[in-house]
């Protein structure tokens, strides 16, 4: 119960630390003027040394490549020709499916009532009589 309570006086102190208007008006104009910044010297512009010019370098001569032929590819061997049964000419004929009847409406359909029922309401009691 004391911890209850201990927790309750600091909730309390920090809602009455947030209520006050100085630090709520001192906040926001803060934020909301701009810091003046300080204005910095120029820099000197930073210029580079020249590149080196490249060396002019012989050109490679290659050698010829050899002159051998390539070797053959070996001949592949011819597969023999599959040979496939003959199509029927004639569609085979279904199965017959036994008929399923289904069972017979009623003849009379049922009476579904369109109405709400009335729910008696209980009456007041009497009214006193006054003299």
Known sequence: MAALSYYFLVSL????????LHAVEAARSLLQTMPTMPNLPPLPK???PPLPTLPNLPSA??????ATPLPTQPTVP???KPTFPPMPTTIP???MVPKMS????PATMPNIPTTL????F?????AANSP
Request: net charge neutral; proline share 33%; aromatic share 2%.
């Open 78 to 80: 011819s597969l023999p």
């Open 122 to 126: 209980l009456s007041p009691p009497p």
């Open 46 to 48: 930073a210029t580079l």
């Open 117 to 120: 029922p009335t729910i008696p």
């Open 93 to 95: 004929s279904l199965p």
């Open 61 to 66: 001569t290659l050698p010829p490549l050899p």
């Open 102 to 105: 289904l069972p017979p409406l």
């Open 13 to 20: 102190i920090v809602a009455v630390s947030f209520t006050n």
